[in-house]
């Protein structure tokens, strides 16, 4: 059964640091994670091709976020560092198959997790 399991969300204040995880069921080719804040659309905000690592980022996160992954865990990380409380949002991991596409395209992304919630207090 394919499962994708976050944790590590919470509250800090501005500039603070918070680690989110994913452990999956299985290894995937591509995952990432994406965000939704009340009354904004859905965002990409990074993600990690298995096979050779290569990372992308959105440019609002760039310098400040970073995705890694431990495979012999089958977990993904999210380190959050310097947050605003512009990342004030409901985090999600996803997952898929298949590479084709862009990475923040969630349209190519077949599994979801539950997501967990990001709050960064000015």
């Known amino acids: 059964q394919v499962q994708l399991v976050e944790s590590g969300g919470g509250s800090v204040q501005d500039g603070g640091s918070l680690r989110l995880s994913c452990a999956a069921s299985?290894?995937?080719?591509?995952m990432g994670w994406f965000r939704q804040a009340p009354g904004k659309e859905r965002e990409g905000v990074g993600a990690i091709y298995r096979a050779s690592g290569t990372t992308y980022y959105a440019d609002s996160v760039k310098g400040r976020f970073t995705i890694s992954q431990d495979n012999t865990k089958k977990t993904l990380y999210l380190q959050m560092n310097s947050l605003k409380p512009e990342d004030t949002a409901m985090y999600y991991c996803a997952a898929t198959f298949s590479t084709i596409g862009y990475w923040n395209d969630g349209d190519r992304y077949t599994y979801w997790g539950q997501g967990t919630q990001v709050t960064v207090s000015s």
């Open positions: 299985t290894l995937y080719p591509r």
